[in-house]
């Protein structure tokens, strides 16, 4: 088991948090509250029963960070501590799920795929924008590799607005590969 | 106030083009052409519908944080009944009456079958006993959805302007602008916009400035 003292300022950001998620729920509250003042147009409002809805999806959020906080955390007197079990080499191989394992560095072992989740790495974009940034393949090239890169899970496209998202193990696995390719350039110079 | 019970009408109607039924930036429900629609009211007044037809849901539950995107889309083929509570003036140019043969395509042999099976997803909705409501004026365009999932519960779309809460089996998504709670079964991520956020998995605490 491992001790991380954690500074103050967490317990002040998560003091905040509370406060934005009460904010927010008052908020939605207003989804089924009347509006007396406004003047045209129907309004729906089917009582208790929608506001019991949005209640209790509201407590279901706030019992899940509750719950989750209560396991990894410990707040004692000496301030927020966080809790957490650290697995041995030897438990983490025993776990490595291989075959996804494997489809996600496939789907690392293309130069351009490497470049699009550089890309990402400044924040959403179209593929158009990015066809800019990789003007040296065609467009269906570049669909096929975001195609790739969504089923790894690295990549997450937004059905609405069409953009290209990088997901948090996409920004971990470019970390990753730019991380091995320096210690091994390294090693060669070396 | 007057306070009355929502009921369920009984005339059957079916849709003669898609409908775009809800649509933000954040998603879209769609209803196809020949779907059947029976009406819920309140007194005389047209408050929704049951539907049951071929569509579909698309619901982008995806949380930008500093760390990367969470979250996937939601991308549902919806294909059997659900229910819809909103502005319906605009829906009504887009219905015409049902007969025998467009209860048929979606394989009711009556016209009760049909109503049946609306009433089972009305009760699942509103309860047993019935629902109170109250009708005041307002543009407020409001809209709730309710979808039957596999478990037999219901999974509900509740948005209102930018505003939105989907509640489903596997996850909670409430947004209020670049306001997010994203629960999953795996973890809770709190963002408050500009992609600061609090993500919280099992067994670990992760926090972004």
Redesign the interface.
Known sequence: MVRIELSED?KE??KK?RE??AK?KD??R???E??????????????N??RD??E???E??TE??QG??E???FIGPGGVR?T??RETPEEDEAKLNFPKAAEVMSALGQEHRLKVLKELIGG?KYINELQEKLSEITTSTLSSHLKVLEEAGLV??????GRY????????AYKMATRITRFLERGNQE | MIWQN?QLGNAISKTTESITLWR?????VEIGKNALAIPIKLDD?Q??YVFHGRGKL???T?V??Q???????V?NELNGLFLM???T?EMQRHLDSAVKEDLAKMGYNTEQGFIDKAEDLFDNF??KKG??????????????FAFPNETGKLD?L???GS?L?Y?ATNQ?F?S?DD?V?L?TPS??I?S?GNRKS????????H?NH
């Open positions: 967490l950001e998560m948090l934005e998620l927010l908020q939605l207003d989804v089924t009347r509006e007396h003042e406004r003047r045209h147009g129907i309004y729906i409002d089917v009582g029963r929608i809805h949005v209790d999806v509201m279901s959020v899940g960070i989750e906080l396991k990894s955390i966080i957490r079990r959403g997450v496209q937004e059905k609405m607005r998202l990088i997901t948090i193990p996409g920004r971990t | 929502y933000t930036e954040k998603g879209t007044q408050k929704g698309l619901l982008d995806i930008e944080t760390e990367g995107a969470v979250g996937r889309p991308e509570l909103g502005d003036e509103f309860g629902i109170h409501g109250h009708q005041c004026c307002g543009n407020n365009h409001g809209v709730i509900k509740i948005a209102k505003k809460v509640k909670t409430v209020n306001k709670v629960k973890e809770v709190v408050g609090l993500v919280i998995k099992k067994r670990m605490f926090r």
